[in-house]
């Protein structure tokens, strides 16, 4: 019953910017970390942001100054905002969330939106 959807990805020049959002749905008691991920063909599942309610944050390397991860508690929205892009950040995007329900309010999982494409190229 619980959904996250993501949205914001597309096609952008090299330096150019997008902000990709994740909006999580359903029967939400809480949600504790959001974050990003990211993943290429061929290529491991990365983290590429997290959040956690209090608002502490952490990035990987490779995209450290150029992206920023927010969130809005009262939308159940993160958002990734994406500047100074590269080819390298192509990839799909997706979003995750580790979410305690009004059913389970001390179980806490971990769902994951179907995510979105992002492409950096000329």
């Known amino acids: 019953q619980v959904q996250l959807v993501e949205s914001g990805g597309g096609l952008v020049q090299p330096g150019g910017s997008l902000r990709l959002s994740c909006a999580a749905s359903g029967n939400i008691f809480k949600i504790f970390t959001m974050a990003w991920y990211r993943q290429t063909p061929g290529n491991q599942r990365e983290l590429v942001a997290a959040?956690?309610?209090?608002?502490?944050?952490n990035y990987a390397d490779s995209v450290k100054g150029r992206f920023t991860i927010s969130r809005d508690n009262a939308k159940n929205t993160v958002y990734l905002q994406m500047n100074s892009l590269k080819p390298e950040d192509t990839a799909v995007y997706y979003c995750n969330a580790n979410i305690t329900t009004m059913e389970a309010r001390s179980y806490g999982m971990h769902y994951w939106g179907k995510g979105t494409q992002v492409t950096v190229s000329s």
């Open positions: 959040i956690i309610s209090g608002g502490r944050t």
